[in-house]
């Protein structure tokens, strides 16, 4: 991209991480065409590994060596990427039996898999007591099925206690708590919470503190991980065993939109260091969790859709793709985004062409909600030019509504 984009802001930085050849979108080493002819149709999905080890490498180097690294399955549960971070990282963190499953499947020991979520069925709390893993309760009713659930199948039940945490999170692009919530024990009714549990088959392990998604500031992630912290150690004094397992959240953000910047991860290492540095010395035999989804696969991931038809319409361009809402909710503005703002959109074959053809994009479906770029500086494009949108690598399939007008289904692949 050498034109700005049209709605006045500068490329996204999302062009500088991928490669090109011959003009063309390069996908870890695939020519985009070429990978689409592999695929066998348009659109599709492609999800870069080398993209998802970098990422965790960063990671890596950031986070404190106690500090064990969650992928939350939910930001993208193809198994084959699951798989690949189950090399990776130290666990899984999973919101149904679905999701469980998939990372049991990876070989990982059931303590270093997590299930949170409101709503966790009677069956689900079966198979997860079955399992062993590590249930966050959501509730003293959930407590009371899931000890029930441990009772009759003789064994106790390692749980975790999620707490609502009385502090909100200034920056985070979806807010968690501070006030009501159907997440997690308010953090003043844990302690009652504790007491109902005394008599119950159920081993309890830890804390789990979200605090808040989509977080593109460094300081309110700071400040957030202090809070944290403190809500944690204030809780622990009424545990009724040593807190073992201590998820403190994450809500690494990435850049979708034009004026958006990056996560500044430089000043997180040391502050980091110093929060987990201070709990583990007065909670020793806690494992602090730092739990991830779309910071680690959101910037790997690709969505490709192909432009089935040219028009124009009172006097702008539209191009028309194979792809739609119905794959990439999130890129038409309506995963619950206030604003509709274009994510970054690029021709993956014309990559490298200067964008001075201003166009809308639409997917196929007959809703004019469905529109994945609006007013798009492209370069003049062409039916059978592939449309590349990216920051596309979590919360895309799992998070669109597939089966709205009965298209086929987008296909994945993992290069
Ligand atoms: C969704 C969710 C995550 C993952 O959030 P990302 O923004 O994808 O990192 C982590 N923890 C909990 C409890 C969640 O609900």
Redo the contacts with the bound molecule.
Sequence with gaps: MTEPLADGARPHPAFDRWQSADGRLVINGWDVERLAARVGATPFYAYDRAKISARVDHLRDLLPDAVRLHY?V??NPMPAVVHHLAGLVDGF?V?SADEMQTALDTGFEPLSVGF??PGKTDAELAQAAAAGIVVELESVGEMQRLARAAQTLGCRAPVAVRVNPDFKVRGSGMHMGGGASQFGVDAEAVPALFEAMADLPLDFRGF?I?AG??NLSVDALIQAERAVADTALMLAEHAPAPVRHLNI?????IPYFPKDRPLDTGPLKAALADIVGDLTARLPEAHVIV?????LVGEAGVYIARVIDKKASRGQTYLVTDGGLHHQLAATGNFGQGIRRNYPLAIANRFDAPADAPAQVVGCLCTPIDLLGDKVALPEAQVGDLVAIFQSG?YGPSASPKDFLSHPHPREVLV
């Design positions: 939350a939910k930001a963190d919101a949170a979520g789990h979200f998604s989509q959240g994450g809500g690494f953000g739990e991830l989804g779309r910071y979590a």
